[in-house]
């Protein structure tokens, strides 16, 4: 087997997304030759509001965890991208296994800041409680004109307090945990993400103790979207692409 052949991976979507929005990134690693290719659809998700409010962080890890076990065992050599959610499920197996590489796309090791606060909503900090009193909360629907610019097959409409919270909490571990990693790693972020702050980016590029690590920012104008899914943005998924097949081609050699 060359570099390519030995090569494989695991592709992991968002929080209460869907394989749709990393597809863009699967589509290119299959039109560059690359076969060993594994895109799951993690726990709860693609379905209905009843199995994802059942649905915790640790059901998506040993999904996540599960899949990349085997192409390891097949001996491969597991890569692993990861669109928000998914980025921070990868930083969570590379603490843990040998993974070859990890690429994290506006990913986070936390959802806010408390001083001074920073992050989406300033009620992150009361989910602990609310997902008691209201476990499921409707928030505005994307508009037609947001999905136009970066398309979205995930839930939408509506937050499940309990799964986010679950997230929100396996998010301290990850954080505390990444001078754990040390394989190459990609970071790609937008400064105008609205859902993950940036600060997050330079926070996973400092704290790794990977020789090989590498941050990349896109700047996104438009006032219209959240900014936060780079890989099927129009301003950005091409970017996106090209840096991922960038980065594999440098650190693999091929």
């Not at 991208?81 to 936390?110: C, D, E, H, N």
């Not at 939408?156 to 571990?173: E, M, R, T, V």
Request: aromatic share 10%; glycine share 6%.
């Amino acid at each position: 087997m060359d570099n390519k052949e030995k090569l494989s991976f695991l592709v992991l979507h968002g929080f209460g997304g869907s394989p749709f929005e990393v597809e863009p990134v699967v589509d290119v690693l299959r039109e560059n030759g690359f076969k060993n290719i594994v895109c799951p659809t993690l726990p709860g998700h693609c379905e209905d509001i009843n199995a994802f409010k059942k649905t915790r962080f640790k059901d998506w890890a040993l999904e996540a965890e599960k899949n990349y076990l085997e192409l390891f065992h097949k001996g491969l050599r597991p890569i692993v991208i990861g669109l928000s959610m998914g980025g921070s499920i990868g930083m969570y197996l590379a603490q843990r296994y040998p993974v070859s590489a990890l690429i994290t796309i506006a990913s986070p090791v936390y959802l806010y800041k408390l001083f001074p606060f920073e992050g989406p909503s300033k009620l992150l900090p009361l989910i602990g409680i609310l997902r008691f009193i209201k476990p499921v909360v409707k928030v505005p629907k994307a508009t037609k004109e947001a999905r136009e610019i970066a398309p979205f097959k995930g839930y939408d409409g509506f937050f499940a307090l309990s799964p986010l919270y679950s997230f929100i909490k396996a998010l301290k571990n990850i954080r505390y945990n990444l001078p754990l990693i040390s394989c190459p790693i990609l970071v790609l972020h937008s400064p105008h993400d609205i859902v993950v702050p940036v600060s997050n980016a330079w926070e996973i590029i400092t704290k790794v103790r990977s020789e090989v690590r590498k941050l990349e920012l896109y700047p996104i104008m438009e006032q219209i979207t959240t900014r936060h899914l780079l890989t099927t943005h129009k301003e950005t998924k091409d970017k996106v692409k090209k840096s991922i097949l960038s980065f594999i081609y440098e650190i693999n050699q091929i």
